[in-house]
């Protein structure tokens, strides 16, 4: 617990994830230390190859850190297994990239069902759920190429929450999407942290800074500011 009451969900000590080795070594995350928070909306900023996407990959359990200490709801995941890390990504991650990644040949609800089967009990009720929270109700059996860009990352959202995970992580997830309908998506993603989630959001978009309750700068891989928002703006409120 913290002194805001809310439980720490992730503890980042020192972490660090060094691709290759010798003379072709990149460090691509340093020293990086920081505790998230249930419910945090907390943006992820800095310019192309900052070390965003290794930072939440490892969080995500996708990668392992080359060195320091990582806990994630009280799991270690510098000393984890492949089946404890599948475990892991399964029953506490919910993950949203920039380019939406639906099976193509599947229904809105269809991709999402795939997902909620890995949870079991009532997969097709949770499916239904989570595409009418994102206001998808009416778009249920539509193929991904039926759907706006907008609509896909509404379904992928649908997809990351339907199993309830304590975490999202989203990468660039207004990366391919134009203002009003990321503003839409920003607003869904508001929504799940409201609802006691942790979001963490990776951009290299300063304007959606201003929707989040914490901004973390990175910058070569180093964690160079971390601030507090005491007054997030809405979603609605941002523009770029
Ligand atoms: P960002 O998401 O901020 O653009 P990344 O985390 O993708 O940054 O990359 C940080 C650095 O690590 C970059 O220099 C990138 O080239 C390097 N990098 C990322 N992934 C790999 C990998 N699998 N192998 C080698 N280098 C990588
Ligand atoms: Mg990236």
Known sequence: MTKSGRQVIIHADHLGKTYGAGPIAVEALKDFSVDLREGEFVVLLGPSGSGKTTCLNLIGAIEVPTSGALVANGMDLTNIDAKAQTEYRRSMVGFVFQFFN?????TALENVQ??????GGEALERSHRALSDVGLAARMDHFP????GGEQQRVAIARAIVKDPPLLLCDEPTGSLDLDTGVQVLAILR???????????????????????????????????????????????LSW
């Open 145 to 148: 190429g039926q759907l706006s």
């Open 191 to 237: 929504a799940a942290a409201d609802s006691g989630r942790t979001v963490l959001l990776v951009t290299h978009n300063s304007a959606i800074a201003d929707m989040a309750n914490r901004v973390l700068h990175l910058r070569d891989g180093k964690l160079v500011g971390d601030v507090t928002n005491s007054n997030p703006l809405s979603p609605s409120e």
């Open 102 to 106: 639906l099976v193509p040949t599947l």
């Open 114 to 119: 795939i997902v909620a089967a890995l949870g």
